[in-house]
């Protein structure tokens, strides 16, 4: 088996934000969000794809998603 990971960031998408044209300054919201999960795919040697497996790391309940997982 191969397998890869990848890090995944919890809130994507920060690198764009609205502001009057001319401003000197833009605040963006949640530059150092750092919160994220670690995707793995994983292939057999006979090319068969395993289900992706996302771990999860922190010591709070801050740092998991609020999302309900259906069963299997």
Same mark, same amino acid.
Do not use: R
């Given at each position: 088996m191969n397998f890869d990971e990848t890090f995944l960031k919890i809130e994507p998408g920060r690198h764009r934000t609205y502001e009057k044209k001319g401003r000197k300054?833009? %605040?963006v919201r949640g530059a150092k969000d750092k919160r994220?999960?670690?995707?793995m795919a994983t292939i057999t040697h006979s090319g068969d794809l395993l289900p992706p497996q996302l771990i999860y790391?922190?010591?709070?309940?801050? %740092?998991h998603p609020k999302v309900n997982f259906p069963d299997g």
């Open positions: 300054q833009v %605040c994220g999960i670690t995707l790391k922190g010591k709070t309940n801050n %740092c």
